[in-house]
């Protein structure tokens, strides 16, 4: 009897075991693809929260979102450009084409705008850069699979998801009122309508996002999720990403089913997050090399999603996932032709390779002969949320701003820190101690000193004295 008692025990033990290894495996299994969730989903993501924080703001789908002034920290989309009037709209084309009419670019007004699927895809540009060349045209967004007659004297795009979204950003020639509402005023002869009402279409309808915090951060925890879930179970399965049906079933998440975590699930969805957030944060600065040789200036995109994004992700040998959610972990906007209407240099460092600290003070020279059409701007953001930092009274200096402190021989110094430098407040960019942060030097109108490298941009340099 006593042996047979110690039998079922032991079996009774192994059985136990059994299941909690079999239960560790499982969680190991729903964190890892979690994680992987994170990776692949992120620009979807990024769309789906700034889609969220628009609704939320009290703009519609196939409506405009705009700023009416240049944007301060209240909006808290991913590195934002606060030296341009942003106008933004999210379209769904569940009901029919859409279409965004642009209006030709004058001599004091024009647009840089890109259009977006879901993905971040760019479908095309728009303005002088873009397909309509500064001419305006009518672009017309087709839903997926759609195969309706199209009319003549459309830009066509042929999008493969319902929803997407374009970004406009009307230029700025100085941060002066006039010149604010000459460009917040160019901005608003935006049309956005349906193809079916296109013989009358309805006036646009603008809401101001000026004074609402417009948070699209990305949340490394079960609101990424949420959004995923959503962005599932309202679109198509694009073929490149058929894989991923599987495993997030393993998460919960199921075309047509709610998503209704278990506690444990939950638990591994959280940690699968912060594993993705850690990952990312880690390849973030190690995945561009420099633009300039003795620099450590770099595009933020790598080589591989600029080649592969811009043809449809059409290449047959690439995916380049990996890339995309560190690019769009970040920022956001996929662009036809980088390099056209804008580029883009970032930097975490300063010359010695120290990690920008908003404790300490730094100054940047930018040197004479910018090579732009129409400007330069630098701005500082958060180098944890890749945000503006909050509470700042401003984020960038710019060549708009006309009361810039200019060096003899045309160059510029931009000053850093927590607290204004002696005498050179008007080049004074505010950080905040304790928070480290990161720079991003934009060029609108990149002109070719720039592509050939013989104009240089220089690292910052730490100072110690005002």
Not at 23 to 29: G, L, T
Not at 103 to 118: C, K, Q, Y
Request: with cysteine; charged share 25%; aromatic share 10%.
């Amino acid at each position: 009897m006593k042996k047979a008692i110690l039998a079922a025990f032991l079996l009774t033990c192994n059985v136990m075991l059994a299941r909690g290894e079999t239960q560790s495996v499982q969680d190991r299994v729903v964190t890892g693809r979690a994680a992987q969730a994170v990776i692949w989903g992120m620009p979807a993501v990024n769309t789906e929260l700034m889609r969220q924080a628009a609704l939320k703001a009290g703009a519609r789908e196939n409506e405009i979102v705009y700023w009416s002034r240049p944007v301060d920290w209240h909006n808290q989309t991913l590195t934002p450009n606060p030296d341009a009037i942003y106008l933004m709209t999210f379209f769904n084309t569940k009901r029919g084409p859409i279409v965004l009419e642009v209006p030709p670019a004058g001599r004091d007004e024009s647009f840089t705008g890109n259009i977006d699927d879901l993905w971040q895809m760019p479908l095309e540009d728009a303005g002088p850069s873009g397909a309509d060349k500064g001419a305006g045209g009518k672009y017309l967004i087709l839903p997926p699979a759609w195969r309706g007659q199209v009319p003549p004297g459309y830009i066509v795009l042929r999008s493969p998801t319902y929803s997407g979204y374009a970004l406009i950003r009307s230029t700025l020639r100085s941060h002066s009122d006039a010149d604010v509402a000459k460009a917040v005023a160019y901005g608003k002869r935006l049309k956005l309508y349906a193809l079916a009402d296109a013989a009358k279409p309805r006036p646009t309808r603008f809401t101001d996002a000026a004074d609402v915090l417009f948070d699209s951060t990305i949340p490394y925890d079960i609101r990424y999720f949420e959004s995923l879930d959503r962005i599932v179970q309202s679109e198509p399965w694009l073929e490149r990403d058929k894989a991923m049906i599987d495993q997030l079933k393993t998460l919960g998440i199921e075309k047509g089913k709610p998503f209704l975590p278990s506690d444990n699930t939950r638990a591994r969805l959280g940690e699968g997050a912060r594993d993705a957030h850690q990952w990312i944060e880690s390849r973030s600065e190690k995945a561009y090399a420099p633009y300039f040789p003795d620099a450590h200036w770099a595009v933020p995109a790598a080589p591989e999603l600029l080649q592969d994004a811009s043809k449809g992700y059409g290449e047959p040998d690439i995916y380049p996932v990996d890339a995309r959610a560190i690019v769009y972990s970040m920022g956001y906007v996929g662009i036809k032709r980088l390099g056209a209407g804008q580029f883009y240099l970032m930097s975490w460092q300063d010359k010695d390779g120290g990690a920008l600290d908003g404790g300490n003070r730094y100054r940047l020279t930018v040197p004479p002969g910018v090579p732009v059409n129409q400007y330069w701007s630098v701005t500082v953001y958060s180098r944890i949320t890749h945000a503006l930092i909050k509470d700042m009274p401003r984020a960038s200096r710019s060549s708009q701003v006309p009361d810039m402190e200019r060096n003899a021989d045309g160059s510029v110094d931009i000053y850093f820190g927590a607290e204004p430098p002696a005498a050179h407040e008007k080049n004074w960019v505010p950080t905040k101690r304790g928070e480290q942060f990161e720079l991003l030097f934009r060029l609108y109108g990149p002109t070719e000193p720039l592509f050939k490298k013989t104009w240089v941009l220089p690292d910052l340099e730490k100072i110690t004295a005002q």
